[in-house]
C-alpha cells in the first residue's frame, strides 16, 4: 500500500471534468510539502503534468489544474480529451520515512475516458 | 531540453548486483540545483522512489529506508552521467528502473525529466 492514497480509477465522458484526489497525512501532505502530479501513458515514462501543487510545467494545457488542503491534494481535468486516456500519479515528500525522509508516490488512478 | 539516456542489462541472476547507467545532456550531473534520481515501476510496488545523488559544493546522498544497504548512487562527473548499483537483487526487485532530474529540495522534490526507462528482470 502506498503512502499516498489514490482512487484506483475514474471515467467521464469526452467533455467532463474529473477529479483524482490524493490523501496524505501529517508527516507528507500535511506538514507543507509539495505535491506534485504526473501522467503516465502505456509503455512511457511518466511525463510531470502539474508541479508544486498548482503550476504547469510549459506545454501543459490549462484543462489541467491542481490544488492542496490539509492533508490532500486534487488534480482536476476539465474538457477530457481520449488522448487524456493514461495513469495519473501523485507524489510528495514524506519525512517520517527514515533519517532523511524519503519521496513518495500515491497507487496511481486509471483514466478511463468513455 | 534535457534528456536523460538510460543503459544496462536487462536480466540479472539472483543474489547478484544489478547496475544501471544514466547519460546526461542538456544539464549537469554537478548542478547546484537539481539532483539525480532513481525510481523503480512494478505491479506489486506500483512507483518506488530509490534514492539520489546531488552536488551541493560538496556530494550528497539518499536512499529509500527499504533499500538501506543494498543501493548506492554515484556520479560521475568526467562522463556527466550517474549510476545505480542495486545488490543481493531477488525475483522481486524485478521492475522497470527510471532516472529522474529533481528540482527544489525545501518544500518538495520534483521530477521533470524522465529517461526511457530499463526492464530489469532478476531471474535464473
Known amino acids: 500500500q502506498s503512502v499516498l492514497t489514490q482512487p484506483p480509477s475514474v471515467s467521464g465522458a469526452p467533455g467532463q471534468r474529473v477529479i483524482i484526489s490524493c490523501t496524505g497525512s501529517s508527516s507528507n501532505i500535511g506538514a507543507g510539502y509539495d505535491v506534485h502530479w504526473y501522467q503516465q501513458l502505456p509503455g512511457t515514462a511518466p511525463k510531470l503534468l502539474v508541479f508544486?501543487?498548482?503550476h504547469r510545467p510549459a506545454g501543459v494545457p490549462d484543462r489541467f489544474s491542481g490544488s492542496k488542503f490539509g492533508t490532500s491534494a486534487s488534480l482536476a481535468i476539465t474538457g477530457l480529451l481520449a488522448d487524456d486516456e493514461a495513469d495519473y500519479y501523485c507524489?510528495?515528500?514524506?519525512?517520517?520515512?527514515?533519517?532523511?525522509?524519503?519521496?513518495?508516490f500515491g497507487g496511481g488512478t486509471k483514466l478511463t475516458v468513455l | 531540453q534535457v534528456q536523460l539516456q538510460q543503459s544496462g542489462p536487462g536480466l540479472v541472476k539472483p543474489s547478484q548486483t544489478l547496475s544501471l547507467t544514466c547519460a546526461i545532456s542538456g544539464d549537469s550531473v554537478s548542478s547546484n540545483s537539481a539532483a539525480w534520481n532513481w525510481i523503480r515501476q512494478s505491479p506489486s510496488r506500483g512507483l518506488e522512489w530509490l534514492g539520489r545523488t546531488y552536488y551541493r559544493s560538496k556530494w550528497f546522498n539518499g536512499y529509500a529506508v527499504s533499500l538501506t544497504g543494498r543501493v548506492t548512487i554515484i556520479a560521475d562527473t568526467s562522463k556527466n552521467q550517474f549510476s545505480l548499483q542495486l545488490n543481493s537483487v531477488t525475483p522481486d526487485d524485478t521492475a522497470t528502473y527510471y532516472c529522474?532530474?529533481?528540482?527544489?529540495?525545501?518544500?518538495?522534490?520534483?521530477?521533470?525529466?524522465w529517461g526511457q526507462g530499463s526492464q530489469v528482470i532478476v531471474s535464473s
Open positions: 508544486g501543487n498548482k
Open positions: 529522474a532530474r529533481g528540482v527544489g529540495l525545501t518544500t518538495g522534490t520534483t521530477f521533470d525529466f
Open positions: 507524489q510528495s515528500y514524506d519525512k517520517s520515512l527514515g533519517v532523511g525522509g524519503s519521496e513518495v
